[in-house]
C-alpha cells in the first residue's frame, strides 16, 4: 500500500514538474490573444502535429501552377483563365503563360479566378471555390513538384505529417469502371474488375508516387549534406473517388483504392471527394454506403475517412441534411469524417454528437473552407457543439492554396472566431497524430517528436515572451490567482466551447 502511494506520489510529482511550461505558455496565451500581431507570431512557432484533410490538387497556390506552366511552354486560356497545353495565340485568347507572368494585371485576374483571392462574399463562392480545380490544367499532374511545395510548407509552420488526398491513377481507375459498366451485385462486379488486368491500374499509381517522391526528394535536395526541414515532413496518402461520377466509375475508383490501400503502406485509406451536393452525389449517396460498407468488408485493414455534412441549409434539399454524417458512421465506416459543418441539421443532432463521442470519430475541422464554400463561421460553426460533446476535433486546411489559407491562419480563425484557449488547441493538435492513418511506429515517433516539440516551445513561450509580454520580470507570479485551466480572457458574451 506504502509502496502504491509512492508510486502514486512520485506521477503526480512528474505531471507537476512537466505543467509550468504549459501553464506558464496558457497564460501567456490568454495575455495575447486580442492582440493580432503578437496572436500571429505565437500560433505561427506553435507545433501543429499532422494536417489530416488535405487534398493535394487544392494545397498548391495557383502561383506555382502559373510558374510550372510557363516552364513547360504552356498557354492561359483567358476566357475562363485555364492553363492549356495547345498552340499559344494571344489573339485568339491563349497567350503563352510566359507572357502573363510579365502581365501584372492579367496575372492577378488569373490568380484571382484560380483561387478565393479578392473573392466577393456575396457571389457564389461554392461555384467559384470547386470551379478554380479546373483551372490548373496539365501543371496538377506535376505530384512530385506539389508535394515539395506542401511539405516545405508544412516544415516552415510546424506542421510534422500530412494525410494527403489524391488520385493516383484515377483516369484509369474511371475508364475501367465504364469498360466494366454496372453491376448492382458488387461481388460481382469486383470479379469481373479484378478478372480484366486491375492491378495494372494499381501498379502504375504506385509507380507514379514512386516518381513523384523522388522528385520531391531531389527539389527539396533531401538526404544531402543541408537536408531540408521539409524533408523531415512524413506524408502519406489517402486514395479518393469522385462521388459525382456514375456508379460504376465510383465503385471502380474505390476499389483501386481499398487494393492500393491494402498493398502500399503509404496509402493509409480512402475518401470520397467532390462537392457532396452535386445531384448525382445526392442521388447515389446511399448507393456509396452500400459501397463502402461492401468494400469494408473484403478489406478492413485500409481505414475510411468521409466527407460528410459538408452542406447548409438551402443547398440541398431538407432531406439531404438529415443523415449523411450518421450514414458515414454506421454504413461508410468512417473513422474520421470531414466538415461536419452541418451536423445539427442531422435527424436527432445531440444523439449524433454522443455518438461520435463515443465511437471516437474524429471530426476534421476547415473553418476557412467552410466559411467560403458553404457560409458556415462564427457561432453557426458547430465546433464549439463537437467540443462540449466530446467529440475528438483537429484542425485541417482541405484546399489550403484556393483558399488563400494556411495551418496557423487556420489556428488563428480558430481562436479569433471560437474562443478556443491554449489547451484546447493543444488537444487538437495531439488528435491530429492521435487520429491520424500513420501506422503505430510512425505514431510513435511523431507522438515524441511533437511532445518534443512542446516543450521547446513552450519553455521558450513561457519564460521569454511572458516577461515581455507582461512587462514584468516575474513570468510565475502575476494572476497567479487564476485557474490554470481556464486560460481564458474574462469575456462577457462568453462564446467558448465548454470542454
Ligand atoms: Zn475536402
New binding site residues.
Partial sequence: MAALLVGVATAGALAAAADPGETATARYFASIRDQPSLLLAFLAEMPKGGDL?N?LTGAVYAESYLRWAAEDNLCLATATMTIVAATCDAADGRPPVADVLRNATLFSQAIDAMSMRHWNRTLNGHDHFFAAFDKFGPPSDKTGDMLAEVAARAAAERVSYLEL?LSPNGTAARQRGRTAGWDPDLGRLRERLLADGFQDVVAEARRRIDVAEARQRDLLRCGEKVDAAACGVSIRYIAQAGRAGVPEQVFAQLLAGFEIGMQDPRFVGVNL?QPEDDPTAVRDFSLHMAMLDFLHGKYPGVRIAL?AGELVEGLVPPEALRFHIRASLRTGHARRI??AGGVMYEDDALGLLREMAANRVLVEV?LS?NDLILGIKGARHPLSMFLKYGVPVALVT??AGVARSTMTLEFRKAVEEHALDYRTLKRMVRNSLEYSFADESMKRRLRSGLEEAFKVFERRTGRGLVTRALGTGDSGTKDQRRPTTNDQRPTTKDQRPNK
Fill in positions: 484533410h487534398h488526398m471527394v466527407h470531414g466538415h476547415a473552407s482541405d484546399d
